[in-house]
């Protein structure tokens, strides 16, 4: 709701989509600041792009900040020996 509220700000000043969805991918960095540096992590060895390059619609889509799109990518980073294997702990609502 709070990132809602932003981009309606944001639209009365009459910023562009492409603002708002630059301003959305840097606010959830922000909030989310684990997953969005696995995100980073991610295109970075996979794609050699820094995370001021990655299409901003794309990193907020389904596929990257969804939880089943967001699991898909701490597979990968796992298979692939960039983060280890997270430790087994207890139910959780986490990812």
């Not at 603002?19 to 970075?44: G, S």
């Not at 390059?53 to 967001?70: H, M, T, V, W």
Request: proline share 1%; glycine share 8%; net charge neutral.
């Amino acid at each position: 709701m709070a990132l809602l509220g932003f981009l309606e700000l944001m639209a009365s000043q009459g910023k562009t989509e492409k603002e708002m969805y630059e301003a959305a991918k840097y606010i959830n960095a922000y909030w989310f600041t684990d997953t969005y540096f696995d995100l980073a992590q991610y295109f970075k060895e996979k794609e050699k792009k820094d995370f001021s390059e990655i299409d901003a619609k794309l990193i907020l889509g389904k596929n990257y900040s969804s939880a089943s799109g967001f699991s898909q990518v701490k597979k990968w980073l796992t298979d692939n020996g960039v983060i280890k294997q997270p430790l087994q702990q207890g139910g959780s609502c986490g990812v």
